[in-house]
Nanobody, 118 residues
Framework: QVQLVESGGGLVQPGGSLRLSCAAS????????MGWHRQAPGKQRELVAS???????DHSESVKGRFTISRDNAKNTVYLQMNSLKPEDTAVYYC????????????WGQGTQVTVSS
């Protein structure tokens, strides 16, 4: 089992930055792929970024060049650095973890609200 707790959301002006953190419990963390998803009102949840146990990353086209996912295995924590934020980035952001077989995201945090508005 993996438990995930996000922090770092809030209100920011367009062009601003935020860093989301996700603290994970359990000894599996360093072996599993982690991700950040987001869900805006009236839209489906989408995968924003992912990072494998080996540190390989992938970012969606909508955030590439602005967001960066990273992880610290010593702290059991994954981060999402968000720069040049736009109003369309407004959403609830969820930390997620794949199961040990890497087949799907089975574990989810409670979500943290990010609002980009002037």
């Amino acid at each position: 089992q993996v438990q995930l707790v996000e922090s770092g959301g809030g209100l920011v002006q367009p062009g601003g930055s935020l860093r989301l953190s996700c603290a994970a419990s359990g000894s599996m963390f360093r072996f599993i792929t982690m991700g950040w998803h987001r869900q805006a009102p009236g839209k489906q949840r989408e995968l924003v970024a992912s990072i494998t146990s080996g540190g390989s990353t992938d970012h969606s086209e909508s955030v590439k060049g602005r967001f960066t996912i990273s992880r610290d295995n010593a702290k059991n924590t994954v981060y999402l650095q968000m720069n040049s934020l736009k109003p369309e980035d407004t959403a609830v952001y969820y930390c997620s973890a794949k199961n040990r077989w890497g087949t799907r995201y089975d574990y989810w945090g409670q979500g943290t609200q990010v609002t980009v508005s002037s």
